[in-house]
């Protein structure tokens, strides 16, 4: 903790320290997280990314989601064991398990794959740049039947722009093979725009933050029109997440949102059951 602070200090920790609490708790995440990846602990979920106003079927368009069993067989979502994960540098290999284990059930249901338009992947901050990453992802796509042009990576704004040269050669690698990119949690950073020009996506995620108010906030409503106005202008289609109600859908409607996903539209959903049609006599 101390070292977290700045060093050359000295940190006295107490049981209702929240931070050191916080810090434990992220320490026993670790064997957790080595745990999943070694036993297949790990579950895929999938979330739906729909047009707000489809004018033709462009086919489904998804953004796989992590989930953790727990010992007790508990779903424990991301939020409770990736910022640890991010913390101790274990993203890269549990991205890597996310991408095979996309790609191979992509692979495996054929039907599927045919009826897919565009499956999204998160890939955190440190796989961005990384050569290993990069040999992977092409070695993993060119071992499946699956079409690079039907895989989106999602790489947030943070990210993208902390590691900004090494990000945009990433993407313009693999986008010569068709992967597109998405840049997440958009409108986050102060200068959000100035790095538009320089980074190749093709989608904007704007930040939750600012959708789910938008029909009651003028200001939200403003900054969600002036980056999908901007996202226009510059050719990249734009994503509102945190969807929820009808309300919010109408506003990104009338505002020219391309897509939207949120609870409103669909839930997280496990990908291994997608596809599964029930008994009707069962």
Same mark, same amino acid.
């Given at each position: 903790m101390a070292k977290d602070q700045g060093r050359n200090r000295i940190h006295t920790g107490g049981a209702q320290d929240a931070l050191l609490t916080r810090r434990l708790t992220e320490i026993q995440w670790i064997s957790r997280i080595n745990r999943a990846i070694t036993e297949n602990r790990f579950q895929l979920y999938y979330q739906t990314i729909e047009p707000i106003n489809p004018i033709e079927s462009e086919g489904e368009h998804y953004e796989i989601l992590i989930r953790l069993e727990g010992d007790d067989g508990r779903i424990i979502s991301q939020g409770e064991f990736l910022p640890a994960a991010e913390h101790y540098h274990l993203t890269p290999q549990i991205d890597r398990w996310v991408i095979r284990n996309t790609i191979g059930w992509l692979n495996d249901h054929p039907d599927q794959l045919q009826a897919l338009s565009l499956c999204s992947i998160n890939l955190s901050g440190l796989s961005i740049g990384d050569e290993e990453m990069l040999n992977f992802i092409q070695e993993?796509?060119?071992?499946?039947?699956?079409?690079?042009?039907?895989?989106? &990576?999602?790489?947030?704004?943070?990210?993208?722009?902390? +590691?900004? =040269?090494?990000?945009?050669?990433?993407?313009?690698?693999? /986008?010569?093979?068709?992967?597109?990119?998405?840049?997440?949690?958009?409108?986050?950073?102060?200068?959000?725009?100035?790095?538009?020009?320089?980074?190749?996506?093709? &989608?904007?995620?704007?930040?939750?933050?600012?959708?789910? +108010?938008? =029909?009651?906030?003028?200001?939200?409503?403003?900054?969600? /029109?002036?980056?999908?106005?901007?996202?226009?202008?510059?050719?990249?289609?734009t994503i509102a997440e945190f969807v929820e109600n009808e309300d919010i859908h109408h506003q990104l409607h009338e505002i020219g949102v391309n897509y939207a996903k949120g609870y409103l539209l669909s839930k997280p959903s496990p990908l291994f059951d997608k596809g599964i049609l029930l008994d009707p006599e069962a």
């Open positions: 993993t796509l060119a071992q499946s039947e699956v079409p690079p042009g039907k895989i989106c &990576f999602e790489v947030t704004e943070t990210a993208a722009i902390s +590691h900004l =040269d090494a990000a945009v050669n990433f993407m313009q690698v693999l /986008k010569a093979s068709g992967i597109r990119f998405s840049l997440d949690d958009f409108g986050t950073g102060l200068s959000s725009f100035a790095y538009l020009r320089t980074l190749p996506v093709d &989608f904007l995620k704007m930040d939750g933050m600012f959708v789910r +108010h938008i =029909d009651r906030n003028i200001i939200d409503w403003t900054l969600v /029109k002036s980056i999908n106005d901007m996202g226009q202008i510059m050719g990249k289609q």
